[in-house]
């Protein structure tokens, strides 16, 4: 069992930055796949970034060059640094941990744990 706890949501204007942070507890971190996704009122939730268990990362095209995804073993802590925002990217944040054998795994199905969420709200 893993317990993830998101923070560092809020709200920010259109070119602004925000950091999210994930606190993660219970079974070994550094064995998951670590994922962010975000679900806009209305829409379905969809994959933003992950890093494998190495350290790989990748994105979405959505948010790719603006976004990024790093991680603290030691620590337990999952991280998004969010630049240039969009008020498009306004959404609740979610954390996730993966199973998956297979990296990136894009899909909310592909993820066995998952945090509360934190709402990012992006003003233009």
């Known amino acids: 069992q893993v317990q993830l706890v998101e923070s560092g949501g809020g709200l920010v204007q259109a070119g602004g930055s925000l950091r999210l942070s994930c606190a993660a507890s219970g079974r070994t971190f550094s064995n998951y796949i670590m994922g962010w996704f975000r679900q806009a009122p209305g829409k379905e939730r969809e994959f933003v970034v992950a890093?494998?268990?190495?350290?790989?990362?990748y994105a979405s095209d959505s948010v790719k060059g603006r976004f990024t995804i790093s991680k603290d073993d030691a620590k337990n802590m999952v991280y998004l640094q969010m630049n240039s925002l969009k008020p498009e990217d306004t959404a609740v944040y979610y954390c996730?941990?993966?199973?998956?054998?297979?990296?990136?795994?894009?899909?909310?199905?592909?993820?066995?744990?998952w945090g509360q969420g934190t709402q990012v709200t992006v003003s233009s």
């Open positions: 890093i494998s268990r190495s350290g790989s990362t």
């Open positions: 996730a941990a993966s199973n998956s054998y297979y990296f990136p795994a894009q899909r909310v199905r592909e993820y066995d744990y």
